[in-house]
T-cell receptor, first 114, second 112 residues
Framework: NAGVMQNPRHLVRRRGQEARLRCSPM?????VYWYRQLPEEGLKFMVY????????ESGMPKERFSAEFPKEGPSILRIQQVVRGDSAAYFC????????????FGEGSWLTVV | GESVGLHLPTLSVQEGDNSIINCAYS??????FIWYKQESGKGPQFIID?????DKRQGQRVTVLLNKTVKHLSLQIAATQPGDSAVYFC???????????FGKGTMLLVSP
Protein backbone atom coordinates (compact mmCIF):
# COMPACT_ATOMS: atom_id res chain seq x y z
CA ASN A 1 0.00 0.00 0.00
CA ALA A 2 2.96 2.29 0.33
CA GLY A 3 2.58 5.48 -1.65
CA VAL A 4 -0.99 5.35 -2.96
CA MET A 5 -2.74 8.09 -1.04
CA GLN A 6 -6.49 8.37 -0.80
CA ASN A 7 -8.64 10.96 0.89
CA PRO A 8 -10.90 11.31 2.60
CA ARG A 9 -10.62 8.00 4.41
CA HIS A 10 -14.19 8.27 5.62
CA LEU A 11 -16.98 10.30 4.11
CA VAL A 12 -20.62 10.62 5.14
CA ARG A 13 -23.11 12.05 2.69
CA ARG A 14 -26.85 12.48 2.73
CA ARG A 15 -28.88 11.07 -0.12
CA GLY A 16 -28.76 13.42 -3.09
CA GLN A 17 -25.42 15.01 -2.21
CA GLU A 18 -22.20 14.62 -4.14
CA ALA A 19 -19.17 12.62 -3.07
CA ARG A 20 -15.65 13.33 -4.31
CA LEU A 21 -12.89 10.86 -3.63
CA ARG A 22 -9.29 11.67 -4.38
CA CYS A 23 -6.33 9.48 -5.18
CA SER A 24 -2.66 10.27 -5.65
CA PRO A 25 -0.78 7.33 -7.21
CA MET A 26 2.60 6.06 -6.16
CA UNK A 27 5.50 8.17 -7.30
CA UNK A 28 6.38 7.31 -10.87
CA UNK A 29 3.07 5.58 -11.57
CA UNK A 30 0.92 6.99 -14.33
CA UNK A 31 -1.82 4.33 -14.34
CA VAL A 32 -4.70 4.63 -11.89
CA TYR A 33 -7.53 2.22 -11.20
CA TRP A 34 -10.66 2.58 -9.09
CA TYR A 35 -12.34 -0.40 -7.46
CA ARG A 36 -15.42 -0.68 -5.29
CA GLN A 37 -15.88 -3.13 -2.45
CA LEU A 38 -19.18 -3.98 -0.82
CA PRO A 39 -19.19 -5.64 2.63
CA GLU A 40 -17.85 -9.20 2.59
CA GLU A 41 -17.25 -9.09 -1.15
CA GLY A 42 -14.24 -8.86 -3.37
CA LEU A 43 -13.21 -5.73 -5.17
CA LYS A 44 -15.02 -4.86 -8.39
CA PHE A 45 -13.26 -2.93 -11.12
CA MET A 46 -14.77 0.44 -12.02
CA VAL A 47 -12.41 2.47 -14.18
CA TYR A 48 -8.84 2.66 -15.43
CA UNK A 49 -7.21 5.98 -16.24
CA UNK A 50 -3.94 7.34 -17.44
CA UNK A 51 -3.06 11.00 -17.31
CA UNK A 52 -5.91 12.95 -18.92
CA UNK A 53 -7.42 9.81 -20.46
CA UNK A 54 -10.03 7.27 -19.49
CA UNK A 55 -8.81 3.95 -20.86
CA UNK A 56 -11.46 1.55 -19.60
CA GLU A 57 -14.65 2.50 -17.79
CA SER A 58 -16.49 -0.75 -18.36
CA GLY A 59 -17.13 -1.22 -14.64
CA MET A 60 -18.46 2.25 -14.00
CA PRO A 61 -22.21 2.81 -13.64
CA LYS A 62 -23.46 4.80 -16.61
CA GLU A 63 -25.15 7.45 -14.51
CA ARG A 64 -23.99 9.63 -11.63
CA PHE A 65 -20.41 8.30 -11.61
CA SER A 66 -17.47 9.95 -13.29
CA ALA A 67 -13.71 9.83 -12.99
CA GLU A 68 -10.82 11.95 -14.10
CA PHE A 69 -7.05 11.99 -13.84
CA PRO A 70 -5.88 15.47 -14.82
CA LYS A 71 -2.43 16.38 -15.99
CA GLU A 72 -1.76 17.94 -12.62
CA GLY A 73 -3.19 16.73 -9.36
CA PRO A 74 -4.89 13.62 -8.08
CA SER A 75 -7.39 11.35 -9.73
CA ILE A 76 -10.97 12.12 -8.71
CA LEU A 77 -13.89 9.73 -8.49
CA ARG A 78 -17.10 11.70 -8.39
CA ILE A 79 -20.49 10.37 -7.42
CA GLN A 80 -23.42 12.68 -7.95
CA GLN A 81 -26.79 12.44 -6.20
CA VAL A 82 -25.62 9.61 -3.95
CA VAL A 83 -28.01 6.87 -2.91
CA ARG A 84 -27.76 4.37 -0.06
CA GLY A 85 -26.57 1.70 -2.44
CA ASP A 86 -23.43 3.74 -3.12
CA SER A 87 -22.25 3.07 0.43
CA ALA A 88 -19.07 1.07 0.01
CA ALA A 89 -15.31 1.21 0.25
CA TYR A 90 -13.69 2.74 -2.82
CA PHE A 91 -10.11 1.75 -3.48
CA CYS A 92 -7.66 3.39 -5.77
CA UNK A 93 -4.68 1.52 -7.15
CA UNK A 94 -1.77 2.44 -9.33
CA UNK A 95 0.84 0.76 -11.47
CA UNK A 96 3.89 1.75 -13.46
CA UNK A 97 2.34 0.54 -16.69
CA UNK A 98 -0.41 -1.80 -17.80
CA UNK A 99 1.81 -4.69 -18.85
CA UNK A 100 1.40 -7.00 -15.92
CA UNK A 101 3.24 -4.89 -13.38
CA UNK A 102 2.16 -5.14 -9.80
CA UNK A 103 -0.83 -3.04 -8.92
CA UNK A 104 -0.63 -1.38 -5.52
CA PHE A 105 -3.69 -0.28 -3.58
CA GLY A 106 -4.39 2.64 -1.32
CA GLU A 107 -6.07 2.37 2.06
CA GLY A 108 -9.48 3.19 0.64
CA SER A 109 -12.23 5.73 1.11
CA TRP A 110 -15.28 4.54 3.03
CA LEU A 111 -18.44 6.24 1.83
CA THR A 112 -21.55 6.08 3.97
CA VAL A 113 -24.79 7.47 2.58
CA VAL A 114 -27.40 8.29 5.19
CA GLY B 1 -11.96 -21.22 -0.31
CA GLU B 2 -15.02 -20.48 -2.49
CA SER B 3 -17.57 -17.94 -1.50
CA VAL B 4 -20.93 -19.16 -0.29
CA GLY B 5 -23.66 -16.59 -0.49
CA LEU B 6 -22.81 -13.41 1.37
CA HIS B 7 -20.62 -15.10 3.97
CA LEU B 8 -16.92 -15.41 3.51
CA PRO B 9 -15.50 -18.90 3.88
CA THR B 10 -13.36 -18.97 6.97
CA LEU B 11 -10.23 -20.92 7.77
CA SER B 12 -9.37 -21.18 11.47
CA VAL B 13 -5.90 -22.35 12.44
CA GLN B 14 -3.65 -22.40 15.47
CA GLU B 15 -0.55 -20.27 15.65
CA GLY B 16 2.36 -22.16 14.16
CA ASP B 17 0.24 -24.30 11.85
CA ASN B 18 0.57 -24.13 8.11
CA SER B 19 -2.39 -22.59 6.27
CA ILE B 20 -3.64 -23.31 2.79
CA ILE B 21 -6.09 -20.96 1.13
CA ASN B 22 -7.62 -22.00 -2.17
CA CYS B 23 -9.02 -20.10 -5.10
CA ALA B 24 -10.67 -21.19 -8.33
CA TYR B 25 -10.22 -18.66 -11.09
CA SER B 26 -12.64 -18.19 -13.90
CA UNK B 27 -10.86 -17.26 -17.11
CA UNK B 28 -8.63 -19.76 -18.87
CA UNK B 29 -7.01 -16.84 -20.70
CA UNK B 30 -5.72 -15.34 -17.44
CA UNK B 31 -1.96 -15.47 -17.27
CA UNK B 32 -1.08 -13.43 -14.21
CA PHE B 33 -2.29 -14.08 -10.68
CA ILE B 34 -1.88 -12.20 -7.45
CA TRP B 35 -2.69 -12.87 -3.83
CA TYR B 36 -3.70 -9.94 -1.66
CA LYS B 37 -4.15 -9.70 2.09
CA GLN B 38 -6.74 -7.30 3.44
CA GLU B 39 -6.98 -6.42 7.10
CA SER B 40 -10.11 -4.86 8.50
CA GLY B 41 -10.45 -1.23 7.46
CA LYS B 42 -7.43 -1.32 5.17
CA GLY B 43 -6.65 -1.68 1.53
CA PRO B 44 -5.48 -4.89 -0.17
CA GLN B 45 -1.81 -5.56 0.40
CA PHE B 46 0.22 -7.38 -2.24
CA ILE B 47 1.58 -10.71 -0.98
CA ILE B 48 2.87 -12.66 -3.95
CA ASP B 49 2.23 -13.10 -7.64
CA UNK B 50 2.77 -15.79 -10.24
CA UNK B 51 2.68 -15.92 -14.02
CA UNK B 52 1.14 -18.75 -15.97
CA UNK B 53 4.49 -20.06 -17.16
CA UNK B 54 5.20 -21.15 -13.58
CA ASP B 55 3.60 -23.73 -11.30
CA LYS B 56 5.06 -22.57 -8.04
CA ARG B 57 6.60 -19.49 -6.55
CA GLN B 58 7.95 -18.97 -3.07
CA GLY B 59 8.28 -15.89 -0.97
CA GLN B 60 8.99 -15.30 2.66
CA ARG B 61 6.80 -17.83 4.51
CA VAL B 62 4.38 -17.92 1.56
CA THR B 63 4.12 -20.16 -1.47
CA VAL B 64 1.71 -19.86 -4.37
CA LEU B 65 0.80 -22.89 -6.44
CA LEU B 66 -0.87 -22.66 -9.82
CA ASN B 67 -2.70 -25.53 -11.52
CA LYS B 68 -3.77 -24.31 -14.93
CA THR B 69 -5.41 -27.59 -15.86
CA VAL B 70 -8.14 -27.15 -13.27
CA LYS B 71 -7.83 -23.35 -12.98
CA HIS B 72 -6.85 -23.50 -9.35
CA LEU B 73 -4.61 -21.30 -7.27
CA SER B 74 -3.51 -21.80 -3.70
CA LEU B 75 -1.64 -19.77 -1.11
CA GLN B 76 0.32 -21.60 1.52
CA ILE B 77 1.41 -19.74 4.63
CA ALA B 78 4.03 -21.45 6.77
CA ALA B 79 4.09 -21.11 10.55
CA THR B 80 0.97 -18.97 10.60
CA GLN B 81 1.02 -16.08 13.06
CA PRO B 82 -1.82 -14.06 14.64
CA GLY B 83 -0.74 -11.14 12.45
CA ASP B 84 -1.68 -13.20 9.42
CA SER B 85 -5.35 -12.98 10.39
CA ALA B 86 -7.07 -11.17 7.53
CA VAL B 87 -9.15 -11.74 4.42
CA TYR B 88 -7.15 -13.15 1.52
CA PHE B 89 -8.15 -12.51 -2.08
CA CYS B 90 -6.84 -14.02 -5.26
CA UNK B 91 -6.94 -11.88 -8.37
CA UNK B 92 -6.46 -12.80 -12.02
CA UNK B 93 -5.35 -10.73 -14.97
CA UNK B 94 -4.85 -11.13 -18.69
CA UNK B 95 -1.63 -9.51 -19.90
CA UNK B 96 -2.34 -6.42 -21.89
CA UNK B 97 -5.64 -5.85 -20.16
CA UNK B 98 -5.95 -3.35 -17.41
CA UNK B 99 -8.29 -4.98 -14.97
CA UNK B 100 -7.86 -7.40 -12.13
CA UNK B 101 -10.73 -9.78 -11.44
CA PHE B 102 -10.95 -10.59 -7.76
CA GLY B 103 -12.26 -13.71 -6.10
CA LYS B 104 -14.58 -13.31 -3.14
CA GLY B 105 -12.05 -13.89 -0.43
CA THR B 106 -11.30 -16.23 2.44
CA MET B 107 -11.05 -15.10 6.02
CA LEU B 108 -8.09 -16.53 7.91
CA LEU B 109 -8.37 -16.58 11.70
CA VAL B 110 -5.27 -17.47 13.65
CA SER B 111 -5.59 -18.36 17.31
CA PRO B 112 -2.62 -17.84 19.63
Amino acid sequence: NAGVMQNPRHLVRRRGQEARLRCSPMKGHSHVYWYRQLPEEGLKFMVYLQKENIIDESGMPKERFSAEFPKEGPSILRIQQVVRGDSAAYFCASSYNSQGNTIYFGEGSWLTVV
Amino acid sequence: GESVGLHLPTLSVQEGDNSIINCAYSNSASDYFIWYKQESGKGPQFIIDIRSNMDKRQGQRVTVLLNKTVKHLSLQIAATQPGDSAVYFCAENISGYSTLTFGKGTMLLVSP
